[in-house]
């Protein structure tokens, strides 16, 4: 995105926003460039690549907030944007929407920050995409107990810039891949069973799938034989059990009884009719017990390669990290 162009549509969404007499502005302009492949037994399945690009409004005024958007790029267009967004908060404020108070906030300044990344992974050429991919499924396929395999990777490049009334004006760059490699196998007396990468998605470059941040190898080569056990393990029985969890199934176990319960749209119930409701409501904050007292959860939007990680956030909030339990 040229600078040229991103100071002219703050100029123009911002200084709108002054004319309407808003207590808080703030301009996102995105680009997203999104790469996907995806091999099934070693053989291309089918390739995507996608640009998005938008710009997004936020206005608060008179105690009430309203938002709005578009994929139009132009400063005459990101004026009439804010216009839009102050008659949406004057329309919420007379629906009885409720007094919105941001919490304060100290402008920041000019911030440029690039995601730590050797290898921008939507500028590798789809062909290697393939031929790594190719190779991996190679290996699994070779082995007797691996009927098929199914190979992809997902490759994101996301720039971002953010303005508001407070003086924050932030430009930054964030890199993201997910690779993921499934194998199954057909069991004996029918049916399958599958067995998948636990590699995370991860704000990093090319380089993790060349062995930066992950040992490739090593879950490659043990794959075939924790699928083979899984083929012939006996069905469980009901009863009670002591059950030992994998970190690798932890994570998923923490992403959904803490990670979802505690987003703030759920707790507050505007999900309801969407992705559901949270038994972490704010009635319980500051009491409710998650687990032992040794038991710590934090959110952290500064943790090298982390998916959140960012220098500001879309509120022009720098990048923290917080306790949640």
Same mark, same amino acid.
């Given at each position: 995105m040229e600078s040229g162009l991103l100071s002219a549509l703050r100029d123009a969404a911002l200084d709108q926003a002054q004319r309407h007499g808003c207590t808080n502005a703030e301009i996102r302009v995105e680009r997203i460039r999104s790469q996907e492949v995806r091999l099934r037994d070693g053989l291309l399945e089918g390739a995507a690549d996608d640009t998005e690009v938008g710009i997004g409004v936020r206005v608060v005024v008179n105690g009430a907030m309203g938002f709005t958007a578009s %994929?139009?790029?132009?400063?005459?267009?990101?004026?009439?944007?804010?216009?839009?967004?102050? #008659?949406a908060a004057r329309m919420v404020g007379r629906a009885g929407g409720g007094h919105v108070e941001l919490a304060d906030e100290p402008g920041h300044g000019i911030v440029t920050w690039v995601a730590p990344h050797v290898i921008d992974p939507v500028d590798v050429p789809v062909a290697e995409k393939v031929e790594l991919l190719g190779e991996w499924s190679r290996r699994l396929l070779a082995?007797?107990? %691996? #009927?098929? %395999? /199914?190979?992809? %990777?997902? !490759?994101?490049?996301?720039?971002?810039?953010? !303005?508001?009334?407070?003086? /924050?004006? @932030? /430009?930054?760059r964030r890199v993201r891949v997910h690779p993921q490699v499934e194998a199954l196998a057909v069991a004996p007396m029918g049916g399958f069973e599958t067995m998948r990468t636990v590699a995370p998605p991860v704000g990093r470059g090319w380089e993790y799938l060349n062995g930066a941040g992950w040992d490739w190898d090593t879950e490659l080569g043990t794959m075939p034989e924790l699928l083979a056990e899984k083929v012939? @393990?006996?069905?469980?029985?009901?009863?009670?059990?002591?059950?030992?969890?994998?970190?690798?199934?932890?994570?998923?176990?923490?992403?959904?009884?803490?990670?979802? @319960?505690?987003?703030?749209?759920?707790?507050?119930?505007?999900?309801?009719? +969407?992705?559901?409701?949270? +038994?972490?409501? +704010?009635?319980?904050?500051?009491?409710?017990?998650? *687990?032992?007292?040794?038991?710590?959860? /934090?959110?952290?939007?500064?943790?090298? *390669?982390?998916l959140a990680t960012v220098a500001v956030d879309d509120e022009g909030v720098l990048g923290q990290s917080f306790e949640i339990v």
């Open positions: %994929v139009a790029s132009s400063p005459a267009q990101a004026a009439v944007l804010v216009s839009q967004a102050v #008659d082995v007797p107990t %691996v #009927d098929h %395999v /199914t190979a992809s %990777v997902l !490759a994101v490049t996301e720039d971002k810039y953010y !303005a508001d009334l407070g003086g /924050t004006e @932030a /430009t930054q012939a @393990a006996p069905s469980v029985e009901a009863g009670d059990y002591d059950l030992v969890i994998d970190p690798t199934n932890l994570w998923l176990t923490i992403h959904e009884s803490i990670g979802h @319960a505690t987003e703030l749209d759920r707790a507050m119930g505007y999900e309801a009719a +969407f992705a559901g409701t949270s +038994f972490a409501t +704010f009635d319980q904050l500051g009491t409710l017990r998650y *687990g032992s007292d040794v038991m710590n959860v /934090t959110g952290d939007r500064t943790a090298e *390669g982390g």
